[in-house]
């Protein structure tokens, strides 16, 4: 895929006359000179909005035989989301050739800074980073989606979907590039990284200075990175999703969680012990006790190996005299 950021002359005339100018031109060329008009569409800069406007026309039979690989690969990945459920992502991707991942690439990075208030036009942006983020595992794209997700959402256009991909990436970094936006001067940035890192415990208080929110975030992150899990939650399934979350047990044991949260078989007979009662406890005993765990393995892995070894119930008094709290 080409890096030129210049504007080629199709999406020259799309931004500077709008859609239908642009339909109206390339046609009257193609009508005209079909070499012409292959020669426009293939340009190496083409973004994919112009090329999207211009499918009716480029996808006849009779011309199709004139595009270039990447865009008979796009015609393809737009035929199959159409005509295809969007979660049959093994089927589209059997369908395109071994360069799918960078053409879905392509599709992403040149759509960033467009709007497009059109339904199929969403879909197939939003599919294209599902596919790409679920079916190739490829988190490159992250930073293209969350600009993408932002636009739109400051334009009150359709964002779940896409941040269902965004939060698909797996990876807990990603709480993070959304954090970035609170410390935007745009009121809609901030507003959406609230909403959409709501699941964060240090968010709950809201009202404090932006900057405050963000470092907190950040401190909060910076303590409890190797035990972040991906839980699946979603949008589409409830209005307050907590997408991420804190393994305790994985904190206590001072063992990074693996993507899905399942930590158990990544665990001695021993910890799977130690699990099974810090996993009877309530809610507040756990907090206590991981926190303390990951602060006393940091301090001195001699010490703390000798107080994961004692009773739970020392292990709660030990925790309590030195963070406070009650038992």
Not at 69 to 95: C, V
Not at 171 to 196: H, W
Request: aromatic share 12%; hydrophobic share 40%; charged share 20%.
């Amino acid at each position: 895929m080409s890096n030129n950021n210049s504007l080629s002359t199709l999406d020259n005339i799309r931004l500077s006359r709008g859609t239908s100018e642009l339909s109206d031109y390339f046609h009257r060329i193609l009508i005209r000179n079909t070499s012409a008009a292959a020669k426009l569409i293939n340009e190496d800069n083409l973004r994919f909005p112009s090329l999207f406007i211009l499918l009716p026309q480029i996808s006849r039979a009779s011309f199709v035989r004139h595009l270039n690989p990447r865009n008979k690969a796009t015609l393809m990945i737009t035929d199959s989301i159409r005509s295809k459920n969007f979660s049959n992502f093994t089927h589209i991707s059997q369908r395109i050739d071994v360069n799918a991942p960078e053409i879905l690439k392509w599709i992403i990075d040149t759509s960033k800074d467009d709007t497009l208030a059109r339904g199929e036009y969403i879909d197939i942006l939003d599919c294209c980073a599902i596919i790409l983020v679920k079916e190739y595992r490829d988190n490159s794209m992250l930073h293209s989606l969350k600009e993408i997700i932002y636009n739109r959402y400051k334009h009150g256009l359709f964002i779940y979907d896409l941040v269902w991909a965004f939060f698909e990436c797996r990876d807990p970094n990603c709480i993070l590039m959304l954090a970035e936006g609170l410390n935007s001067p745009d009121e809609k940035d901030v507003e959406l990284s609230k909403k959409l890192l709501k699941f964060v415990p240090i968010l709950k208080n809201s009202n404090l200075p932006n900057d405050i929110l963000y470092n907190n975030i950040s401190y909060w992150f910076r303590d409890n990175y190797p035990f972040i899990y991906y839980t699946g939650e979603c949008f589409q399934q409830m209005p307050d999703p907590c997408p991420y979350a804190v393994s305790l047990s994985a904190k206590y044991l001072f063992k990074k969680v693996p993507d899905d949260g399942s930590l158990e078989s990544t665990l001695t007979q021993t910890e799977i012990r130690l699990k099974n009662t810090f996993d009877t406890l309530d809610i507040n005993s756990q907090i206590l006790l991981s926190n303390y765990s990951f602060i006393l393995h940091n301090q001195n892995i001699y010490w703390w190996n000798n107080w994961i070894n004692y009773p739970i119930s020392e292990q709660l008094r030990i925790s309590v005299a030195k963070l406070g709290g009650k038992l």
